[in-house]
Every structure is written in C-alpha cells, then in structure tokens.
C-alpha cells in the first residue's frame, strides 16, 4: 500500500481545511488509518486515527472539537477536516496505515509524503 497526503495550503487562523489520504492499494478492515503531523523543529505526532472496518475514529486532545477524521471506502481515501485552525497547527501532516489501534508512529507502516499546512495569525 502506497499513501499520498494532499490538500494542504495556506490559511488564516480560524479558517478550516481538509486534507486527504489516498491508498493506492487495498486497506484491510483490519488496518487502521492514522495522521500525523510535525512542526518545525519538532518531533512527529499523533493527531488521529481511524479504523478501516467501523470508521471509529480518535483524536488527541489538542485538536479535539477542532479536527474530524473519515474515510471514503469507495475511493480508499482518508481524510482530516481541520476547523478554527491555529498557528500551532502549522506543520506537515502524514498519514500512515497500522494493524490496530496505535498513537505509536512505530506501528505504524507505508508512511506517505506528507503534506503542508500552514496557518497565518
């Protein structure tokens, strides 16, 4: 499986974006479909993840009301709706396929390029 982040941009802080995940090859219901993201100078985080077979999603506090995950089984995509975003949002943002649940990056496999969101104060 080969993933491929786009969709990400310039935006103005409280403005919204989204940005997506395409796998070009089959996602199992097993898998699950995180995103991560990381600032300059700084480690890569967990932001959220998704389980392929029931869609349940989970984000970390620092985004929660803020960003929401989904998924497209249709168009094998994934994607990251971030509203009122914040300067500190800044970062590039991956997403990565895992067996199960895991805020951990090292369960994580088929890291894609990821995708730059940039937010103006």
């Known amino acids: 499986v080969q993933l491929q982040a786009s969709g990400g941009g310039l935006v103005q802080a409280g403005g919204s974006l989204r940005v997506s995940c395409v796998a070009s090859?089959?996602?199992?219901?097993?898998?699950?479909m995180g995103w991560f993201r990381q600032a300059p100078g700084k480690e890569r985080e967990f932001v959220g993840s998704?389980?392929?077979?029931?869609?349940?999603?989970r984000v970390v506090d620092s985004v929660k009301g803020r960003f929401t995950i989904s998924k497209d089984s249709a168009r094998n995509t994934v994607y990251l709706q971030m509203n009122n975003l914040k300067p500190e949002d800044t970062a590039v943002y991956f997403c990565?396929?895992?067996?199960?649940?895991?805020?951990?990056?090292?369960?994580?496999?088929?890291w894609g390029r990821g995708t730059l969101v940039t937010v103006s104060s």
């Open positions: 090859g089959r996602i199992f219901s097993s898998h699950v």
């Open positions: 998704i389980r392929w077979s029931t869609g349940s999603t």
């Open positions: 990565a396929r895992a067996n199960g649940l895991s805020s951990d990056e090292r369960e994580y496999r088929n």
